[in-house]
């Protein structure tokens, strides 16, 4: 006979004390340090716990006793549910506040190194519609708010356009006004949408069964008012998707580039699919201080332009050039830091694993009549070697921009082989930035740490950190 699990227990008169991981508050009751979504520092609550562990709890709040001064009012419909914009109770002003102190913490007690000069975070002056980048899903598993589960579910519509709830790989939420991007692309979706269900033979994808036909939908827009529209199925039938991609042209004129895809695996991802082109281009164009760079469906570009703009003169200024040092641009994408910084260097060398992104750095280099830019495709550890070095020549300043999970060994190995006079480390994980920050202080000191907010409403911030070599 099992053995009953032992009831959570439920905590009345919480106080919640900071802003911790994955953009949930934090309570510490008897030095057990509980996370919960939705709630702001100083709010008081009855909390439920939801997973208890050695060092650490899960709960939520069943109940708000009283609300924290350090509120506001969220202004989308789906916050609570949608996992997008979890700090919308938060005042933007109370949101900087918490990533500078996540920054500098996690440098502070992972890094454990001397920080230099410490920056006060850069704000994003647009807090709504600054993405230029959403990916939504069709699903036929739609999931459901607390009302519609209360009430009889017969005949109810189960198709829904929007976003992964967090933690179900097959729920949707059906998103009716997302905050993140303009509002044309919530027209695009729910004209897909509508559609969809209005037409015969265009059912939601089952993502668990691996049937139906409309997967998921990507929209690009560009800071010089071009829009890409990716269009995923899971088969072809020319007929019906010939006739959606056509009904979508004709609503919407601004559609610079209409692309499409048929995806028959198991999974959402595309970079390793054939992307078509139906009407237009197929690619945008980003523009900054000048230069073009072209944008292809796979290409990675930062989603926030603006900020964008903002990190690239962060990072640049951090490089201290003057026109004669060689650059390393590691983890380049399509090449747009290395182009942005090459007007002032002698010679830039961009190393990325997508080998379309790199092809692209090379047009956006074309593009802007950059002869001073050379781009290499591959892994960086097996391509960022001592071999390589010597043969292309030792870098003065070394730009990194990892993924999440930060720096290989090898590639950090390779730095400190290196030896240029300056690192500038851009990351959007300063938890991972932080341990590579440890491992390159055999040779460097931090010297300026700058944050800069990318993502209003989201725990996640970009930072950037200038290194030195030590005397």
Not at 65 to 70: D, P, W
Not at 113 to 131: A, C, D, M, N, W
Not at 164 to 173: A, E, Q, R, T, Y
Not at 403 to 427: C, K, N, Q, W
Request: glycine share 8%; aromatic share 10%; with cysteine.
């Amino acid at each position: 006979m099992a053995r009953k699990r032992k009831p959570l227990p439920l905590l009345e008169g919480v106080t919640i004390t900071d802003v911790g991981a994955e953009g949930k508050a934090i309570a510490k009751i008897d030095e057990l340090v509980v996370f919960i979504p939705f709630v702001a520092p100083g709010d008081v609550v009855d909390l439920q716990i939801t997973r208890k562990k050695k060092n650490y709890a899960e709960g939520k709040a069943v109940r708000i006793r009283s609300y924290s001064s350090l509120r506001a009012e969220p202004f989308c419909e789906h916050f609570g549910v949608c996992g997008g914009c979890k700090w919308q109770h938060l005042p933007y002003e109370e949101q900087l506040k918490f990533k500078q102190k996540q920054v500098i913490d996690n440098l502070t007690r992972i890094g454990k190194v001397p920080l230099g000069e410490q920056y006060p975070i850069i704000g994003s002056e647009k807090t709504t519609f600054y993405r230029n980048k959403l990916e939504f899903t069709f699903s036929n598993k739609r999931w459901l708010t607390e009302e519609e589960k209360d009430t009889d579910g017969g005949g109810r519509q189960m198709n829904g356009a929007g976003f992964h709830i967090p933690g179900m790989f097959d729920k949707v939420l059906d998103i009716h006004k997302c905050w993140l991007q303009s509002d044309l692309s919530n027209q695009i979706r729910l004209c897909v949408k509508e559609y969809c269900l209005t037409h015969e033979g265009y059912p939601f994808f089952d993502l668990r069964n691996q049937e139906g036909f409309i997967r998921t939908l990507v929209v690009r827009t560009s800071s010089t008012g071009e829009l890409m529209i990716i269009v995923v199925f899971f088969h072809e039938d020319t007929a019906r998707r010939e006739a959606l991609l056509s009904h979508v042209a004709g609503r919407f004129p601004e559609i610079t580039s209409l692309m499409y895809v048929i995806n028959e695996k198991c999974n959402d991802t595309i970079t390793d699919q054939e992307i078509r082109l139906f009407k237009g281009k197929d690619h945008i164009i980003e523009e900054m201080e000048g230069l073009k760079f072209k944008v292809g469906p796979k290409s990675f570009y930062q989603t926030n332009s603006e900020q964008a703009y903002r990190l690239y003169q962060v990072t640049r200024e951090f490089a201290g050039l003057s026109g004669g040092e060689t650059v390393y641009d590691l983890y380049t994408g399509t090449g747009t830091i290395a182009n942005f910084v090459s007007r002032r260097a002698k010679k830039v060398i961009g190393i990325e694993y997508v080998p379309e992104a790199i092809e692209d750095a090379k047009i956006n280099a074309s593009l802007n009549g950059l002869a001073n830019t050379e781009f290499f495709a591959g892994d960086m550890k097996d391509l960022l070697t001592e071999e390589f070095i010597r043969h292309h020549g030792r870098p003065d300043v070394i730009i990194t921009d990892p993924p999440r999970a930060g720096m290989h060994d090898d590639v950090i190995g390779t730095i400190l082989f290196a030896e240029p006079e300056r690192i500038v480390y851009v990351s959007c994980n300063p938890a991972t930035q932080a341990r590579d920050l440890q491992l390159l202080d055999r040779k460097y000191a931090v010297r300026k740490v700058q944050p800069v907010d990318m993502f209003p409403h989201t725990q996640h911030v970009e930072n950037v950190v200038l290194l030195e070599k030590k005397a």
